[in-house]
């Protein structure tokens, strides 16, 4: 009977044991998954400033104004447009152009 009982006992101390470290390792994941819901939102929300600051930077104004600036367009008029009809005057177009402004073709 003694054995009997050491060996029950055995069992139980195991058992909970078992029951601690699993519990243990219940909380901890918890917790990742709390953090990781965390991370998910915080980016969620960066994704929809950055999203809204590209659209506020696409808008036809803002990129008017950085082709004027920036790159020194100027609106399409009859004046400064040409029109090509073969690839030889097309050439001589190009260096035509190239020639007055000081660039190479």
Avoid: W
């Avoid at 390792?25 to 990781?36: P, Q, S, W």
């Avoid at 600051?53 to 803002?62: P, V």
């Avoid at 104004?65 to 020194?72: F, H, T, W």
Wanted: net charge positive; hydrophobic share 45%; charged share 25%.
């Amino acid at each position: 009977m003694g054995r009997l009982n050491f060996i029950l006992l055995i069992a139980v101390l195991a058992s909970g044991l078992m029951l601690v470290r699993s519990a243990y390792e219940a909380r901890r994941l918890f917790t990742a998954v709390d953090r990781e819901q965390a991370e998910g939102r915080r980016l969620e929300a960066d994704s929809q400033r950055l999203q809204a600051e590209r659209h506020a930077q696409a808008t036809n104004i803002r990129v008017e104004k950085v082709a004027r600036e920036r790159l020194q367009m100027r609106g399409i008029t009859p004046a400064v447009s040409q029109q090509v009809d073969d690839q030889q005057g097309a050439r001589a177009t190009v260096a035509a152009a190239a020639a007055s402004t000081g660039a190479r073709p």
